[in-house]
């Protein structure tokens, strides 16, 4: 198997940060504690978990825009959008039930304004989505425009992330289209631990912070006082849930809570090219 390995890796990385950031989040909320080490790195990395994210989900843009335009959203609805829905679903059952209910407010943003940890697949759709309406040069020009005008902006308002981050999605198409060319898809080598996680980033992503919280109020309600001994069990049990489940993958059932069942039809040529979240292969 063929991947660009470097993409891979990055993602892998990028998201091994974002579930150290929810497992500190998580392991505060449960035990009241802090832990200053894994707050600092957590503070170190914050300008860069997502946009980097975000970027090399833009790298894959312009070949899978050669795909006619009902393939290509096919695919997004199959890879994207079907997974926020899924889960969203799942963490709303989980949040509602652990809070003896939601308003009918968060409910409704789910739909335009995501204020669950799944909010980055819903920009990533809506980001496919809109860049399937901008030529070649707007994309181009796009990334450092809006990237200056949400610099700009103020940094609460409701559209700012949403306009930050699309312009670090223009800006990986960009690069995408510059690196592509020189950097060749390379063989898988065994025992790859970045390139795994991000080989299945979505997998990883969705599943990471119900597991966490799931962890973490247990060991709460177990009298586990000490941060640490939170924060260990939270990321490890994470990583151990979501390699069985990516493992499971090979059975329907489970297949079908990250990619929507059904086989899209497409005689165009694909790249061999990692996917918008990991994954497949074809854009």
């Known amino acids: 198997m063929l991947r660009l390995l470097w993409m891979d890796r990055l993602r892998g990385a990028a998201i091994i940060a974002v579930v150290v950031l929810h497992a500190e989040l998580s392991v505060r909320a449960a035990s009241g504690h802090d832990l200053p080490l894994v707050h600092a790195v957590n503070g170190l990395l914050?300008?860069?978990?997502?946009?980097?994210?975000?970027?090399?989900?833009?790298?894959?843009?312009?070949?899978?825009?050669?795909?006619?335009?009902?393939?290509?959203?096919?695919?997004?609805?199959?890879?994207?959008?079907?997974?926020?829905?899924?889960?969203?679903?799942?963490?709303?059952?989980?949040?509602?039930?652990?809070?003896?209910?939601?308003?009918?407010?968060?409910?409704?943003?789910?739909?335009?304004?995501?204020?669950?940890?799944?909010?980055?697949?819903?920009?990533?759709?809506?980001?496919?989505?809109?860049?399937?309406?901008?030529?070649?040069?707007?994309?181009?020009?796009?990334?450092?425009?809006?990237?200056?005008?949400?610099?700009?902006?103020?940094?609460?308002?409701d559209w700012h992330k949403l306009a930050w981050l699309l312009g670090w999605f223009l800006v990986g198409d960009t690069l995408g289209r510059v690196v592509?060319?020189?950097?060749?898809?390379?063989?898988?080598?065994?025992?790859?631990?970045?390139?795994?996680?991000?080989?299945?980033?979505?997998?990883?992503?969705?599943?990471?912070?119900?597991?966490?919280?799931?962890?973490?109020d247990l060991g709460a309600w177990l009298g586990v006082g000490s941060a640490a001994l939170l924060f260990v069990p939270a990321v490890l049990v994470a990583f151990v849930v979501g390699t069985l489940l990516v493992r499971a993958r090979r059975h329907a059932p489970v297949d079908a809570l990250f990619v929507l069942p059904w086989q899209v039809v497409d005689t165009t040529r694909s790249a061999?090219?990692?996917?918008?979240?990991?994954?497949?292969?074809?854009v």
């Open 180 to 216: 592509r060319r020189r950097l060749r898809p390379a063989p898988v080598p065994p025992r790859d631990v970045l390139g795994f996680v991000g080989r299945n980033s979505l997998v990883f992503y969705v599943s990471h912070l119900i597991v966490i919280i799931f962890v973490t």
């Open 46 to 157: 914050a300008p860069y978990r997502m946009p980097l994210l975000v970027a090399l989900s833009g790298v894959l843009l312009t070949p899978a825009l050669a795909k006619p335009w009902r393939s290509y959203l096919r695919g997004k609805v199959r890879a994207l959008l079907w997974p926020y829905l899924v889960w969203v679903t799942l963490d709303t059952a989980y949040v509602a039930a652990r809070a003896g209910g939601l308003g009918w407010d968060y409910v409704a943003h789910l739909a335009y304004d995501p204020k669950t940890y799944l909010w980055f697949l819903a920009y990533l759709f809506v980001f496919y989505v809109v860049s399937l309406a901008l030529p070649s040069w707007l994309r181009i020009a796009g990334g450092p425009l809006v990237l200056v005008l949400a610099w700009q902006a103020d940094p609460t308002a």
């Open 272 to 282: 061999v090219v990692a996917a918008p979240m990991g994954g497949r292969q074809a």
